[in-house]
């Protein structure tokens, strides 16, 4: 399973959310430190207007604690429980700084719902000041629906700008598995619009040149049909028995690689029905099998198939990759050549290995470029180089991926994964 987070969608949603995380948090922090300074600087003046009337009961003393909006308790007259609750000190950013400017040995304390207490010291009047500070408690519901809004806002435009790059790498993908790469439309920031410009005009001149030499490999090889047919019949004039054979083997192998060449050029795979692969592979490679269905050792291909009935792909495309893999297996390998389908977990896999002297490892991703030939590692000269790479256009066509290796016993091995949505279409 994919990690969401590996992603560039989910690592900039982590840090733009992390992002707004701290600097609420900060901002909080400082707003509170200045907040709380300012309102001890204010309540102090209140309570020490406050305290230089404590001992007074006149009706003057009574209206200006009514305008300050305070009012003086005799702790004589109060329950213990409540008398013990101004002699008690609490540790808010407000009682410290009322400390701090109140004569020493003043009883300062705040209660959940923001009242302030005071105790001047020696004395047995307390001072109360009623909402004497909002409680933060009471801005958490708007401040955390605040911060939701920012977190939505910057996932949303996160996900509209990963879209952006999400349509550029689909049709970066869809162009190297060789399908044509539709024209991915400017939008996003500048420097990402000017980025899908060139990528659209990258495609379009890469599409250009690779029909170009389509077409000129189609031409070449399809100008090539007439002469040989032709020479095919006069071989058929030779008296020479020996001559006749050679002339023909040699009429057969330009055949083959003129058919490479127009399977090469051709744009696309054709259209053609779907069928079962290891339904294909008994029926066509099953001849190398004995009569009681077990391996012979001398047969030159062998069947180990497991995949399924649900493995399909159209019959034309499965002839071409393995006639081209089980020839290049038998030309230059040796027998016997083993086919294998398996059935994973989100794919399947097709392996074609025979039992040859296989690849050199710096050789292992040359033979997959067209026109390449390691004639001193594989032998032969009678074909063009364009096997592997017919065979690796088909796989991708199909969204599959295909791995070249040497087996640890010997041989030369050719891997192919196709997604099971696709391979079962």
Not at 252 to 276: K, N
């Amino acid at each position: 399973m994919k990690n969401p987070l590996d992603s560039m969608f989910g690592r900039l949603v982590v840090a733009t959310v992390s992002l707004l995380v701290l600097v609420h948090l900060t901002s909080l922090l400082l707003i509170e430190q200045t907040r709380a300074s300012l309102a001890a600087f204010h309540i102090a003046r209140v309570v020490e207007a406050g305290a230089s009337m404590v001992q007074q009961d006149s009706a003057g003393a009574r209206s200006v604690a009514n305008i300050l909006g305070i009012s003086f308790v005799d702790l004589k007259q109060l329950p213990a429980a409540e008398a013990q609750r101004f002699r008690g000190d609490t540790g808010g950013p407000i009682e410290w700084q009322l400390r701090h400017v109140l004569p020493p040995g003043t009883h300062v304390a705040m209660d959940d719902q923001g009242t302030l207490r005071v105790l001047p010291a020696d004395s047995m009047r307390g001072i109360v000041l009623p909402q004497a500070e909002v409680p933060l408690s009471r801005f958490t519901g708007a401040l955390a629906l605040t911060l939701a809004f920012a977190i939505v806002v910057a996932v949303v435009l996160a996900w509209r700008f990963n879209g952006t790059v999400r349509d550029l790498a689909a049709a970066a993908r869809e162009h190297r598995t060789g399908h044509h790469a539709s024209i991915v439309r400017k939008r996003g920031p500048r420097e990402v619009r000017e980025l899908i410009g060139d990528f659209n005009d990258m495609t379009r001149e890469l599409a250009d040149a690779e029909r170009e030499r389509a077409v000129m490999l189609a031409s070449i090889a399809h100008d090539l049909r007439t002469p040989l047919t032709r020479m095919q019949v006069r071989a058929d004039l030779l008296t020479d028995p020996e001559d006749r054979d050679g002339f023909l083997r040699d009429t057969d192998s330009m055949s083959r690689v003129i058919t490479q060449f127009l399977d090469f050029a051709r744009e696309s795979p054709e259209s053609s029905p779907m069928t079962s692969v290891d339904a294909y592979c008994r029926r066509d490679y099953t001849d190398a099998l004995s009569p009681s269905g077990a391996a012979d050792t001398d047969a030159l291909v062998t069947l180990d198939l497991r995949a399924g009935g649900d493995f399909m792909l159209p019959i034309v495309d499965i002839d071409r990759i393995l006639s081209n893999l089980v020839e290049n297996a038998l030309t230059y390998g040796e027998p016997p050549v083993e086919l294998v389908t398996r059935a994973h977990d989100g794919y399947y896999e097709l392996v074609v290995r025979d039992h040859g002297p296989g690849v050199s490892e710096p050789d292992l991703d040359r033979v997959l470029r067209p026109f390449v030939r390691l004639d001193s590692a594989r032998g032969g000269t009678m074909h063009s180089g364009l096997g592997l790479a017919i065979v690796r256009r088909l796989v991708r066509h199909h969204g599959g991926a295909l791995q070249l290796s040497n087996a640890a016993d010997g041989g030369f091995v050719v891997a192919m994964s196709f997604p099971k949505h696709i391979a079962a279409r």
